[in-house]
Every structure is written in structure tokens, then in C-alpha cells.
């Protein structure tokens, strides 16, 4: 179908408004529509998330051309797999499951009050904020909607300035499910976005962009959940390069032209397979984009500023002694198109140079050699802890090593980037990577209040505790505390 983009609602600038002030009046009609109307029932929550679900369907096209517009190249199919089908995959487990999440639990009572009941009720927040970023504006953007409009709330969402014709797509889609009062997407300033006194705000991006979003939403009190990145390693086991193992490094690195939180940001390979690895990946990385760099298939860097961070982390490693290798086939070729790099593999990184500390957010692949794998697990365990981890090899002590000394947000075994997929876990980072979670039934609780209710039975030995105190209640008491 055909979909025509209308123009956005009037800015800051043209309508005299600052942003904050535009985002407060907002804020301040969903907290109002909320307060008057309550929670929203089970049926509503599931009329919702299908309505939504059918609006993006019927506009999937539209989503797909809108975000290679953005990038300059983009699969359509990753756009597909990675955007679309994981918001669909996400709407659909949370309709099967919101019955069961929403039911109350009974709760344990302390046997002096056992005539009486406990339970938890699951009730919404109120408003919640989400902050999305460029690298993936579809599922980013709205997995933390989706499932904050599950759990009952009214949602404002502030997505990337990177991706303005996804921006207007969407802005146009989530205006035709939903009133402003209950969601809604706005643009403008971040820093007064994440200074509003939400009940609850997801923000996804940058390390250094996160600790200014917490710092801002602490002077409300607002709870954060954030999803960091980092750098997230692979670790292959000796005698472990095989084609199956590498084809899945170069799936994960290579996928959005590395441009995913959860990437394989570097491989740690036992120092006597680095050969075979480097053999393998380039062949591979043939077999994957068999036009090279300027393949349909092989997205560009988002923007010219992204794309020169890559060029000066790699500047900086070749300054400081690195071994630099395009990988796959022509990779000169990616000059021929704008903001592209060429699959690179680095050699001989060290504690120096840039790439060794800071994200990369490309088809850069650093490959460190090891000698044994506690050498590995140290030179993980030295680092930040990451969004993700992966380990390629055999179900041994090996890998059950790897699991218990290192910890990361999650785990693929023998793979990559697919754990993010799985509806029924938790997805979210730890320590420098993040903080709180959402997906699965983590993400309806993270974004839900679990009140807790004390029903008190007609009979109960708190009565007898009322003073005036005497003998009755020394017995009572000796009895509870013996």
C-alpha cells in the first residue's frame, strides 16, 4: 500500500513552547486521562496490542522503506526479521500471557495472622517515558511501548533525531491506534525529556548518555530501567573454528553493518585457531555478501558522524601498531557508496589504543588470541560487564567455566544475537551495560506496581497483643519467639 506521511504537529519554535513545556502539557493530559480513567482492563490491554500489531503489519512496506531511507542502505529483510517480526513476536506473547501475568498471587502469611490473606495485585505505574535510539528505531522504540501499554499505561515516547523518517512513520501509525492521552511520540530535546516526572522511564543508548539520563530522572525520584550496551565479547573454545561457529560471528557482527547493542564487539580465539579464523571469516564474509560491500544486503553506517567514529577508531589502532584487514570481497568498493565500511578485522590490539575500550558500533572485529581459557575469562572478567556474551563449544567444563566466572546480561551458546528473540527471557544489561529488564513476564513487572494487600481474618493473635500488655501477651510473645 501507499503511505502518506503527514506533516508533524507544530514544533517548540513555531508554536512559542519550549520543549519542556510542550512535553509537560502532555505529560500532564495522560497522567490526568489516567487518574480519571484507572487501569484498563484485560480486554482493552489485548484490543490494543492487536490493534497495533494489524497497523504495523499493513504498513510493514512503508517501515522498511522508511528505514533504509534513514540508513542509505538497509535489508529489508533484516529490517523485517530484527524490527518487525521481533515487535509482532513480542505483541503475541504478551496477548497469549496477559491474563496470567495481570492474576493476583497469593502470598505466604506469618502463622500469628494465618485467619487472614495476602496477595499481590499488578497495577500500572502511571506514565511511562521511553528514550529509543537510531540503531534499531523500530523494536527499540516500541518493545518498551508495547509492553508498558500491556501492563495498563499511558506511554511518551522520544525516539532518535538519526531516524526522522521512521520518526514520522511511526508518529503517524501510533496516532492512528491511539488518542495522545494514552500514547504518543514526540521529538525535541532529550535532556528536558528525561527531566520530566514520569513514573517510570526506559532509556536505550550510550553509556555516557545514560548516566545523564539517571542523573536527570533522580531529581524526580523517577526509577530508570537501562539498556547500555557495551562490549560484548566471543569467546571461541580451541579447536572450535568451524564454519557453522564463524558463519554465526559473521551474522552477528556483520548484521545492520554492526550496528546492534548486543554485536559481537570482539572475539577471543585460542592463539593456535587464529589463522583458521581469519581464513574462515573472510571466506565466509564472501559467502554472506557475495557483491561485496555495496551488496542490497550490507547496510551503511547510519550517518556521516557515525561513520567517521569507525574511521578514527581505526585511524588510532593502525597509529598505535595494529594490523588492519578488509575482509570479503572488494572491499574498496564501499567508497563507491556514502557512510558504508568495508568488514575489518584488527590484530594486535592493545590496552592503547581506542578500539580496545570503547564500543564499536560497526563491522569491526578485533580478534584477541588466548592461551588457555582462564586467560580468556580474565580478560573478560578486566572489562565493564557486558550487554551479552557468547560462547562457541562443546557442552564441557570448559563452558561451564565460562558461565559461572563471567557475568553478562545474557548468554548465546554456539550462536549470536538470538537470545534478544527469546520472548519468555528477560533481556537487559548489568553493571556498566545496564540496569532492569524487559521482555517477558521481567518487562510487565518492571513497568508494573506490585501492591501487596493484607486482608485480616476476623480472628487473630495480633488481638491479643493490644495493650493494655500483661500476662496473656508475655505467653504470646515467648510462644511466637521460641
Known amino acids: 500500500m501507499t503511505t502518506t506521511i503527514t506533516q508533524p504537529k507544530p514544533d517548540a519554535t513555531s508554536t512559542g513552547q519550549s520543549d519542556r513545556e510542550r512535553f509537560s502539557d502532555i505529560l500532564r493530559l495522560q497522567r490526568a486521562a489516567y487518574l480519571r480513567d484507572g487501569a484498563p482492563s484485560l480486554t482493552k490491554r489485548r484490543s490494543d496490542l492487536k490493534n497495533f500489531k494489524a497497523a504495523l503489519l499493513e504498513r510493514r512496506s512503508a517501515i522498511e522503506e522508511a528505514i533504509n531511507t534513514d540508513f542509505g542502505n538497509r535489508s529489508r529483510h533484516e529490517t523485517a526479521m530484527m524490527e518487525i517480526l521481533g515487535v509482532v513476536n513480542g505483541i503475541d506473547y504478551l496477548d497469549r500471557n496477559l491474563g496470567r501475568f495481570m492474576r493476583p498471587t497469593r502470598r505466604h502469611i506469618a502463622l500469628q495472622l494465618r485467619f487472614g490473606s495476602n496477595h499481590i495485585e499488578y497495577q500500572p505505574l502511571g506514565v511511562v517515558g521511553v528514550i529509543s ?26 525516539p532518535s533525531k538519526f531516524t526522522p523518517a521512521t520518526n514520522a512513520l511511526l508518529s503517524l501509525i501510533v496516532s492512528e491506534v491511539f488518542p495522545e492521552e494514552q500514547v504518543t511520540i514526540v521529538n525535541g530535546d532529550g535532556a528536558a525529556f528525561s527531566s520530566l516526572q514520569f513514573d517510570h522511564l526506559v532509556f536505550t543508548g550510550s553509556s555516557s548518555v545514560g548516566r545523564s539520563v539517571m542523573k536527570a530522572a533522580s531529581e524526580n525520584l523517577v526509577p530508570v530501567t537501562l539498556e547500555l550496551g557495551g562490549k560484548s565479547p566471543t569467546i571461541v573454545a580451541k579447536g572450535h573454528v568451524q564454519d557453522a561457529t564463524v558463519s554465526s560471528i559473521v551474522f552477528g557482527k556483520l548484521l545492520s553493518g554492526g550496528q546492534t547493542c548486543i554485536a559481537p564487539d570482539y ?80 590484530l594486535g590490539v592493545t590496552d592503547d589504543m581506542r578500539i580496545a575500550h570503547e564500543e564499536i558500533f560497526g563491522p569491526i572485529l578485533p580478534i584477541f588470541p588466548y592461551r588457555s581459557i582462564d586467560d580468556a575469562i580474565d580478560y573478560v572478567n578486566a572489562r565493564p560487564r557486558p550487554l551479552a556474551l557468547y560462547y562457541f563449544g562443546a557442552d564441557d567444563a570448559d563452558r ?78 515467648d510462644f511466637f519467639l521460641r
Open 267 to 346: 572475539a577471543l580465539v585460542h592463539e593456535s585457531d587464529v589463522d583458521a579464523f581469519i581464513e574462515s571469516y573472510d571466506r565466509l564474509v564472501k559467502t554472506a555478501y557475495p557483491d561485496g560491500p555495496t551488496s542490497k544486503d550490507y547496510t551503511s553506517i547510519v550517518n556521516e558522524k557515525q561513520y567517521q567514529i569507525l574511521v578514527d577508531l581505526i585511524d588510532d589502532a593502525r597509529a598505535h601498531g595494529a594490523r588492519i584487514i578488509e575482509v570479503g570481497h572488494r572491499p574498496g568498493d564501499a567508497s563507491r557508496r556514502p557512510h558504508t565500511f568495508a568488514p575489518t578485522v584488527v
Open 133 to 158: 535510539p537510531w540503531n534499531y528505531p523500530v523494536n527499540l522504540s516500541l518493545m518498551p511501548v508495547v509492553t508498558a501499554i500491556a501492563a495498563g499505561n499511558r506511554v511518551m515516547l522520544k
Open 400 to 477: 561451564r567455566k565460562v558461565l559461572n566466572r563471567t557475568t553478562s546480561g545474557n548468554v548465546t551458546i554456539n550462536g549470536t544475537i538470538m537470545h534478544v528473540g527469546q520472548d519468555d527471557l528477560p533481556f537487559g544489561g548489568v553493571g556498566e551495560s545496564g540496569m532492569g529488564k524487559y521482555h517477558g513476564i521481567e518487562g510487565f513487572r518492571t513497568l508494573s506496581h506490585p501492591k501487596g494487600i493484607y486482608v485480616q481474618g476476623r480472628w487473630n493473635s495480633i488481638n491479643l497483643l493490644h495493650a493494655p500488655f500483661g500476662k496473656r501477651a508475655d505467653a504470646l510473645l
